[in-house]
């Protein structure tokens, strides 16, 4: 093979994407872990707001709050938590659908004590509503977060 050749530099270009991968790869990655948390369901004002909110408890738990839900009476939601050192992915999904009744407007809240004490990069996603926010949080005592959902 020359040095002038296109299959020396391409070998050349695979060679230097390995490096830079081993160089600024994380390899010290914890497991995934997953944890599954029912959610407490109370009536709210029918126009509130559709957020998230976080709030660090004295205890070390955070209480999770999603506001701005449509259910019916019956419905239960579950909170599904995946946690990947300081990277957490939250879904709230609907566990009993009762279809009867109508719509009420709800939120929903679990208190928590599954989340590391610093930094987190959260992506919390509402199966129920379609919506998503991302934000990072501070687990520490008297700590708390709103994040706004979209769609």
Known sequence: ME????????LALFVAFAL??????????SPARTQ????????????????????????????????GLELKPGDTVNLIATII???VKLVSKRGVDSRQGDPVAMSASATVKFLPNER???RYESEITGEWCVCSFVNREDASRVCELRR
């Open 3 to 10: 040095i002038n050749s296109i299959e020396f530099y391409v």
């Open 20 to 29: 830079i991968g081993l160089i600024f790869g994380r390899i010290d990655r």
């Open 36 to 67: 599954i948390e029912a959610m407490t369901l109370s009536e709210e004002q029918p126009d509130a707001e559709h957020q998230v909110t976080f709030v660090t408890n004295n205890d070390g738990t955070v209480t999770i709050t999603q506001q």
């Open 85 to 87: 050192d300081d990277k």
């Open 120 to 122: 987190i990069h959260i």
